[in-house]
C-alpha cells in the first residue's frame, strides 16, 4: 500500500465522543510531548470533561483524521480576535498528532493542510502554532508546509 496514496484516503472531520478512546491513547503514546497523558480508567472522567468543554466552545473546534475508519490523528484549532492587525481573526493550530505508527506518510501533512483550509474558511488572517523544542524532526515538517519560525514561545505552569 503507497504511503500516498493513505494521505489520498484521509478524511477529516470534527472529533466526537466516541473518538475520545483513540485520541487519548495517542496522546499517551507520545513520550516526548511530555503532558504526562495517560489511558488510565481512573482519569478517563478528566478527558471527558475537557472534551465536552472543548465541543461546547464556539471559538475551539477539535477534529480527527481517519483513514479506513481508523482514527490515526488529531488537531484542533483555536480562533481568536486581537486588537493587532484591526482585530484580525488569529487561528491557533493545538494537538497536532498522528498515530506513532502512521508517521511520515503524508498523513500529517495532509492533516495541516485541512487545518489551514478550514482556518482560511473561518476568516482567519493567520495561523499560529507552538511546537515542543525538543522536537526537531516535526519544526522541518512545518517549515516544509510554509510555517515560519517568527516568533519566541515562552510559559510557565501555573
Wanted: some cysteine; proline content about 3%.
Amino acid at each position: 500500500m503507497s504511503l500516498t496514496r493513505d494521505a489520498d484516503r484521509l478524511s477529516v472531520r470534527l472529533a466526537g465522543e466516541r473518538d475520545l478512546p483513540a485520541l487519548v491513547a495517542m496522546f499517551a503514546a507520545d513520550d516526548l510531548g511530555g503532558h504526562g497523558d495517560t489511558t488510565a480508567p481512573d482519569v478517563a472522567g478528566d478527558y471527558l470533561a475537557a472534551f465536552r468543554a472543548i465541543c461546547a466552545n464556539p471559538a475551539t473546534r477539535l477534529y480527527v483524521a481517519e483513514l479506513d475508519g481508523q482514527v490515526v490523528g488529531t488537531f484542533q484549532l483555536v480562533l481568536a480576535r486581537a486588537l493587532p492587525s484591526r482585530g484580525a481573526l488569529r487561528a491557533i493550530l493545538e494537538a497536532v498528532q498522528i498515530a506513532p505508527d502512521r508517521r511520515s506518510g503524508g498523513l500529517g501533512a495532509r492533516m495541516v493542510q485541512c487545518a489551514m483550509a478550514e482556518a482560511s474558511a473561518a476568516g482567519a488572517a493567520t495561523l499560529a502554532l507552538t511546537s515542543n523544542m525538543r522536537r526537531v524532526d516535526a519544526h522541518r515538517f512545518y517549515e516544509k508546509l510554509g510555517f515560519s519560525r517568527s516568533h519566541f514561545g515562552f510559559k510557565i505552569t501555573l
